[in-house]
């Protein structure tokens, strides 16, 4: 069974049209994402793709009743506005404390104290080449990200959660207030 999945991918990988990016515009562009557009921008993008499209997708769905596609449109617009504050708020937060706990010597005023420097640099990969920003700049990215991933473990029950139920209440209450009128 598993070897007749394995083929279907296989297929259905190969039927894949092949495409090469050769325009210079293009390609500058998307380089141009890669370094500058970091993990908070990427999950905003997505909350913001998520809002505009899944609310219309559940109010669409015919096959429950309407009270149930009321509270289904609420509750997917509060997962996702919770969901996406947190994210972003996270990814940022722990993108800045990264880049704040791993400057380069330079970086740092020379009459800083002691403890001052070493909690400055403690983050700071010793074989990066301390000239080359852009190495600097995506490892405080990367690292933020992966650690406000691991974050984000104890922050879906600690605040998405409340903040969902929260949001969602008020949505159902603002829908009710808009059928009285």
Same mark, same amino acid.
């Given at each position: 069974? !598993? ?5 279907? !991918? ?20 998307? %380089? ?10 990427? @999950?905003?993008? &997505?909350?913001?793709?998520?809002? %505009? ?10 096959? %429950?009743?309407?009270?149930? @596609?009321?509270?289904?449109?609420? @509750? =997917? ?10 994210? %972003?708020?996270? @990814? ?7 880049? !704040?706990?791993?400057? =380069? ?6 009459? =800083? ?10 983050? =700071?990969?010793?074989? &990066? ?33 409340? &903040? ?18």
């Amino acid at each position: 069974m !598993a070897a007749v999945k394995l083929n279907i !991918a296989k297929n259905f990988y190969n039927r894949l049209p092949s495409m090469q990016v050769s325009k210079d515009k293009v390609i500058d562009k998307i %380089v141009y994402i890669g370094k500058k557009w970091s993990s908070p921008h990427q @999950r905003a993008i &997505l909350g913001v793709t998520a809002i %505009v499209m899944q609310p219309y997708i559940d109010w669409k769905n015919k096959s %429950v009743d309407d009270k149930t @596609r009321k509270v289904a449109v609420a @509750r =997917t617009c509060a997962k996702i506005i919770a969901g996406t504050l947190t994210g %972003v708020a996270l @990814r940022a937060g722990f993108i800045k404390g990264i880049a !704040a706990m791993s400057k =380069t010597a330079s970086e740092i005023p020379a009459n =800083t104290k002691p403890f001052i420097k070493n909690l400055k640099q403690c983050l =700071t990969p010793k074989n &990066l080449d301390p000239s080359n920003k852009d190495a600097l700049e995506q490892y405080r990215n990367a690292m933020g990200t992966i650690l406000s991933l691991v974050a984000m473990v104890f922050t879906n029950f600690l605040i998405d959660a409340p &903040l969902t139920k929260f949001l969602t209440n008020n949505f159902i209450r603002m829908q009710k207030k808009g059928e009285n009128k």
